[in-house]
Nanobody
Framework: QVQVVESGGGLVQAGGFLRLSCVAS????????VDWHRQAPGKQRDFIAR???????NYADSVKGRFTVSRDNVKKTVWLQMNSLKPEDTAVYYC???????????WGQGTQVTVSS
């Protein structure tokens, strides 16, 4: 069973930065696609960033140019570098690991990010 654990959330002022980590167990980490999603209070969970097994990235328009996703397959870790944070970035951030075709799909428990104005 794969376990996914996020960390790195916290309280930061607008304009600041945070780096979230997503660490996974399991021996086939390198084959998974990893997404970051976020959910603000009272809103649906939204996709914000993806990194493929080969390192190709894409981003939601709301974070493009401010957030960067990266991975280290040896460390079984994916990071989300978040710069120029805005109050509207306040949300619980989730890491999702999934296999192409969707046969395997794992979510972390989330980490809270709060951006004060």
């Amino acid at each position: 069973q794969v376990q996914v654990v996020e960390s790195g959330g916290g309280l930061v002022q607008a304009g600041g930065f945070l780096r979230l980590s997503c660490v996974a167990s399991g021996s086939t980490f390198s084959s998974y696609i990893v997404d970051w999603h976020r959910q603000a209070p009272g809103k649906q969970r939204d996709f914000i960033a993806r990194i493929s097994s080969s390192g190709v990235t894409n981003y939601a328009d709301s974070v493009k140019g401010r957030f960067t996703v990266s991975r280290d397959n040896v460390k079984k870790t994916v990071w989300l570098q978040m710069n120029s944070l805005k109050p509207e970035d306040t949300a619980v951030y989730y890491c999702r690991m999934w296999s192409p075709g969707g046969a395997k799909d794992y979510w972390g428990q989330g980490t809270q990010v709060t951006v004060s104005s």
